[in-house]
């Protein structure tokens, strides 16, 4: 950002006016940025974001009325291009996934400092996300355990089969997989053979390879 007229628009959404206020002072040094509005709920958050068109909307998750998630989807129908960072106490994976599947572009606890919080909304601003480091290594594990589950379920394999393929990884020899499913030898032969026709391979080598590409194990 080079002058003034290229300053980043904030609104700020708290039912708390002490926190409103407590950013206000948090952003006030940072001469890129302009808070251009305040809401203490979500639908006055709504009506700020029409009326101001903010870049970037600071959002607590609970508020009186609307929760933050619903204000979320609100705010990317009305103005697709706006950026949402959360802020919030709660410091839960299962809050954030909430909120990041909903359309937000960041997740930050309230205990952030004034320059992470304003590197943040910068960063958002560019069009990256951005989210609190005590979160992030959990977030991500939860996602790529999400997006492994939406594979394997399209992948058309049986949960049995996926075992195999994972023992088969494992080096586990066809008595060793009988023994891990409760199964005879002979079942874990066929269901090997149902493996390689549906992964479109012809060994154990080229299954547990295809599977790895695939992101099945």
């Given at each position: 950002?080079?002058?003034?007229?290229?300053?980043?628009?904030?609104?700020?959404?708290?039912?708390?006016?002490?926190?409103?206020?407590?950013?206000?002072?948090?952003?006030?040094?940072?001469?890129?940025?302009?808070?251009v509005?305040?809401?203490?709920?979500?639908?006055?958050?709504?009506?700020?974001?029409?009326?101001?068109?903010p870049?970037?909307?600071?959002?607590?998750?609970?508020?009186?009325?609307?929760?933050?998630?619903?204000?979320?989807?609100?705010?990317?129908?009305?103005?697709?291009?706006?950026?949402?960072?959360?802020?919030?106490?709660?410091?839960?994976?299962?809050?954030?996934?909430?909120?990041?599947?909903?359309?937000?572009?960041?997740?930050?606890?309230?205990?952030?400092?004034?320059?992470?919080?304003?590197?943040?909304?910068?960063?958002?601003?560019?069009?990256?996300?951005?989210?609190?480091?005590?979160?992030?290594?959990?977030?991500?594990?939860?996602?790529?355990?999400?997006?492994?589950?939406?594979?394997?379920?399209?992948?058309?394999?049986?949960?049995?089969?996926?075992?195999?393929?994972?023992?088969?990884?494992e080096?586990?020899?066809?008595?060793?997989?009988?023994?891990?499913?409760?199964?005879?030898?002979?079942?874990?032969?066929?269901?090997?053979?149902?493996?390689?026709?549906?992964?479109?391979?012809?060994?154990?080598?080229?299954?547990?390879?295809?599977?790895?590409?695939?992101g099945?194990?």
């Amino acid at each position: 950002m080079s002058n003034a007229d290229e300053r980043t628009r904030v609104l700020v959404v708290d039912d708390h006016p002490i926190v409103r206020h407590g950013l206000r002072g948090m952003l006030s040094n940072a001469h890129d940025l302009e808070i251009v509005g305040e809401a203490e709920n979500g639908a006055m958050a709504l009506q700020q974001v029409v009326r101001v068109k903010p870049h970037v909307v600071l959002l607590d998750i609970r508020m009186p009325g609307q929760n933050g998630v619903h204000v979320i989807r609100q705010i990317k129908r009305v103005a697709p291009d706006t950026r949402v960072i959360m802020l919030t106490i709660h410091d839960d994976v299962a809050s954030a996934s909430r909120c990041l599947e909903a359309g937000a572009d960041g997740y930050l606890l309230k205990q952030v400092g004034p320059v992470e919080l304003i590197q943040a909304i910068r960063t958002v601003h560019q069009g990256q996300r951005v989210v609190a480091p005590e979160l992030a290594s959990d977030l991500i594990g939860q996602f790529v355990t999400m997006a492994r589950e939406r594979t394997r379920s399209i992948s058309g394999l049986s949960r049995d089969e996926l075992r195999i393929l994972e023992g088969m990884a494992e080096g586990a020899t066809y008595r060793e997989l009988a023994t891990r499913l409760s199964i005879s030898e002979i079942t874990v032969r066929r269901r090997v053979q149902d493996v390689y026709v549906k992964l479109n391979v012809s060994d154990r080598a080229e299954a547990v390879a295809t599977a790895i590409r695939a992101g099945l194990i």
